[in-house]
T-cell receptor, first 115, second 112 residues
Framework: AQKITQTQPGMFVQEKEAVTLDCTYD???????LFWYKQPSSGEMIFLIY??????QNATEGRYSLNFQKARKSANLVISASQLGDSAMYFC????????????FGTGTKLQVIP | NAGVTQTPKFQVLKTGQSMTLQCAQD?????MSWYRQDPGMGLRLIHY???????DQGEVPNGYNVSRSTTEDFPLRLLSAAPSQTSVYFC???????????FGPGTRLTVL
């Protein structure tokens, strides 16, 4: 069974600063995928970034990067130059090999960006 | 493309009533899922489908039924609503070749 742990229920960051949201995972599969989603107060789920377990480099998408440390089983999301619009819930998620629909989500971190 | 659509957006039921939450996608995705989101618990998988005619249970399937007669539609049926089913329900789809799941806007269900 796979498990995702997000230990930070809430975080604050100053506008224009960088912030790291923690995510650790547990799986016995050698092949898996890791995701981050953003959920603003309006409620929709927005895909941010993906990392495959065999990807050699850390994934990046604009101001988002995923700090993937396979040996530590961590997949932290780094947001650079925070903006007020980054205030939202952030969910880490994982899927097993071939299990495109069997995605497990963490409990989320609520990020608040302070002007 | 409309993407993933869900109806209704809001619904209030009485205990024991049944209803169907609708989900449709126009992206020809093979894989579809239903999740429920409760405060402090993230999203939990209810049922999923890997193609028309093929469905399977997720983490919390009790009290829910699904069917997948077409690639486009994946309705979720509540057989006899209970207050414990008060939640926000999300439908999602993916082609299975990329990595992103495309989510619908959600249905907020309250069971009294």
């Amino acid at each position: 069974a796979q498990k995702i742990t997000q230990t930070q229920p809430g975080m604050f960051v100053q506008e224009k600063e960088a912030v790291t949201l923690d995510c650790t995972y547990d799986t016995s599969d050698p092949s898996y995928g890791l995701f981050w989603y953003k959920q603003p107060s309006s409620g929709e789920m927005i895909f941010l970034i993906y990392q495959g377990s065999y990807d050699q480099q850390n994934a990046t998408e604009g101001r988002y990067s995923l700090n993937f440390q396979k040996a530590r089983k961590s997949a932290n999301l780094v947001i650079s130059a925070s903006q007020l619009g980054d205030s939202a819930m952030y969910f880490c998620a994982m899927r097993p090999p071939g299990g495109y629909q069997k995605v497990t989500f963490g409990t989320g971190t609520k990020l608040q960006v302070i002007p | 493309n409309a993407g993933v659509t869900q109806t209704p957006k809001f619904q209030v039921l009485k205990t024991g009533q049944s209803m169907t939450l609708q989900c449709a996608q126009d992206m020809n995705h093979e894989y579809m899922s239903w999740y429920r989101q409760d405060p402090g618990m993230g999203l939990r998988l209810i049922h999923y489908s890997v193609g028309a005619g093929i469905t399977d249970q997720g983490e919390v399937p009790n009290g829910y039924n699904v069917s997948r007669s077409t690639t486009e539609d994946f309705p979720l049926r509540l057989l006899s609503a209970a207050p414990s089913q008060t939640s926000v329900y999300f439908c999602a789809s993916t082609p299975g070749k990329g990595d992103e799941q495309f989510f619908g806007p959600g249905t907020r269900l309250t069971v009294l």
